[in-house]
């Protein structure tokens, strides 16, 4: 285990997906977890990404998330190490009820997660990042701004209240400017300060990127505003806001401002759109900006985040793959990775932990192994 380090002592889970109980101890060094489609990989993947802020990488309901067919409600709890101090973390949500979360067993906002714990991920689901909507990637970004500030989930959930409510009022045809104006304000105020963090989200990337000397490719991130001519400054945003009620009266919904925003990326060392680049390469790149987001933040925390990875190394040839591993390992990252053969983490022998997980009527079971 490395001295300086973000990391999880335990995770626990409870009647979470087909887990119907683990408990299963950690000592800092990458989680190598291994065995057949369908054993319950993932599900352990994704109780690790509920410990920040968000409703983890499925993007699942509280509800989705209870094991079947009890449908009792779950539980996930942890121990976050960090170098500064020890936090006990615990997620639960009883049947039909919303998630609560409790930091150090006082009950907390989720929000607050994300001062304590920054967890990034890769999951196969991504891999369709550069060519899918830009909704997708806007949600990508804001992952990756949001482990570098946690403010940030603030902000957007601000200024997406606002909208709502906005939209609200353009879809009965409110047209008295004094019920906007509030609103508009508020959107304004967020939507600047989100903008003003992606913008600082992607200068750490950018830098992170051309000081680490890496097997995977580079990618230049472009923030694309949407409409030209709008200025994403507070005053600015307000001003088009209110110009633009008629257009929005007209759609029933806001049409200008930071949620329309996309990422655009290119392949460095080719000058390719990321759209236009191989299966391969799109994953290689993806890889890239999620190992120079962990080394961005292991500079500004002294601690480098964990790391969650999904199926990745059956998409990479044993070059690649070695080269991952043994950039995981110089980061000093406890992460946490999927495949279905142990071979596939035979690079990683005397570096991990590995856990071998195993289905029985539904019913997941894990037990730890040697490399």
Request: charged share 25%; aromatic share 4%.
């Amino acid at each position: 285990m490395a001295g300086q380090q973000q990391w999880l002592g335990d995770i626990a889970l409870s009647h979470f997906r087909s887990h119907k109980l683990l408990n299963q101890p950690l000592d800092g060094r990458p989680v190598a977890i291994f065995g057949p489609n369908g054993a319950g990989k993932t599900n352990i993947l994704e109780a690790v990404s509920l410990l920040s802020p968000g409703r983890g990488l499925r993007r699942a309901t509280a509800d989705d998330l209870s094991r079947k067919p009890e449908a009792l409600g779950w539980k996930v709890s942890a121990t976050l190490n960090s170098p500064h101090r020890t936090h006990e973390i615990a997620m639960r949500a009883e049947a039909g009820a919303s998630r609560v979360v409790t930091i150090d067993e006082k009950t907390a906002p989720q929000v607050a997660l994300g001062r304590i714990a920054q967890i990034l991920w890769l999951v196969p689901a991504m891999d369709r990042l550069w060519i899918e909507g830009a909704g997708e990637r806007r949600r990508f970004l804001d992952r990756i701004t949001l482990s570098f500030q946690p403010n940030h989930a603030e902000a957007v959930l601000s200024y997406d209240k606002a909208m709502r409510e906005r939209n609200r009022l353009l879809k009965d045809h409110v047209r008295d400017a004094h019920w906007y104006l509030a609103l508009e304000g508020q959107m304004a105020k967020s939507g600047a300060e989100i903008h003003r963090n992606r913008i600082d989200a992607l200068s750490l990337l950018a830098k992170a990127q051309s000081n680490a000397k890496t097997a995977f490719p580079a990618a230049d991130l472009t923030l694309i505003e949407g409409e030209e001519n709008i200025g994403f400054d507070e005053a600015s945003l307000r001003e088009v806001l209110a110009n633009n009620r008629p257009n929005d009266l007209r759609a029933g919904r806001t049409l200008v401002g930071p949620h329309r925003s996309d990422v655009a990326a290119l392949f460095a060392a080719k000058g390719i759109d990321a759209r236009q680049c191989s299966t391969g390469e799109q994953k290689a790149l993806l890889i890239s900006l999620i190992l120079s987001n962990a080394r961005a933040l292991a500079t500004l925390n002294d601690a480098p985040p964990i790391i969650l990875l999904d199926e990745v190394a059956a998409h990479l040839d044993d070059n690649r793959r070695a080269a991952l591993y043994d950039e995981i390992t110089a980061i000093g990252a406890q992460a946490f990775m999927t495949g279905t053969g142990v071979e596939l983490f035979a690079e990683m022998k005397g570096r991990a932990q590995a856990l071998y997980v195993s289905e029985s009527g539904g019913l997941s079971e894990t037990k730890e192994v040697d490399l």
